[in-house]
């Protein structure tokens, strides 16, 4: 069975960082699209940031330059490093495994994490 | 980016009805949206890909229907278990993005 746990979310000051961990079982992270979605109360879902199998990146307007998606794949774990976190990057972050299915990835979200809660206050 | 509107925002609707939402899009996303159900306390679940597709596992109730701008995900026969939020989500373009959601509530 694919599983996916997040950890590392918590309460942080603006302007400070954070690194949420994926780990997955089930399923190889560096063979799959994967990405981080968080929700937030007053903004609901939004996508944060993808990792392609080849290594290719991408990234939501308002974390670029900011955020940055990588893996491990001797501990098929995925990360997301936050720098310079501001209060509006409060949410739940989930990482999620793209949609597979006859040969072809989505960028949709099939797989996801139970969610690691993101504060940013003082 | 791409917007994406659902409607209506609530649904109050009686288990075995027939439930009907709407998702527009901003600009055309040709068929590249998809629906998920989201509970409460839950991760979101996708149902329906490349807007006509159901999902792997996914009952046949549900269904989705649509192309360029105008989305359909409609349930034939409401279940229990059906009461819940939903997303549409497009991946035409960057960023991907989804509609605010829509609360199927049991009237």
């Known amino acids: 069975d694919v599983q996916l746990v997040e950890s590392g979310g918590g309460l942080i000051q603006p302007g400070g960082s954070l690194r949420l961990s994926c780990a997955a079982s089930?399923?190889?992270?560096?063979?799959?699209?994967m990405s981080w979605v968080r929700q937030s109360p007053g903004k609901g879902l939004e996508w944060v940031s993808l990792?392609?199998?080849?290594?290719?990146?991408y990234y939501a307007d308002s974390v670029k330059g900011r955020f940055t998606i990588s893996r491990d794949n001797s501990k098929n774990t995925l990360y997301l490093q936050m720098n310079s976190l501001r209060a509006d990057d409060t949410a739940v972050y989930y990482c999620a495994a793209h949609y597979y299915t006859s040969g072809i990835y989505y960028n949709y979200f099939d797989y996801w994490g139970q969610g690691t809660p993101v504060t940013v206050s003082s | 980016e791409i917007v994406l509107t659902q409607s209506p925002a609530t649904l109050s609707l009686s288990p075995g009805e027939r439930a009907t939402l709407s998702c527009r899009a901003s600009?055309?996303?040709?068929?590249?949206l998809a629906w998920y159900q989201q509970k409460p306390g839950q991760a979101p679940r996708l149902l329906i890909y490349d807007a006509s597709n159901r999902a792997t596992g996914i009952p046949a109730r549900f269904s989705g229907s649509g192309s360029g701008t105008d989305f359909t995900l409609t349930i034939s026969s409401l279940e229990p278990e059906d009461f819940a939020v939903y997303y549409c989500q497009q991946r035409r373009d960057w960023p991907l993005t989804f509609g605010g959601g829509a609360k199927v509530e049991i009237k």
């Open positions: 089930g399923f190889t992270v560096s063979s799959n699209y």
């Open positions: 600009q055309s996303v040709s068929t590249y």
């Open positions: 990792i392609y199998s080849g290594g290719t990146t």
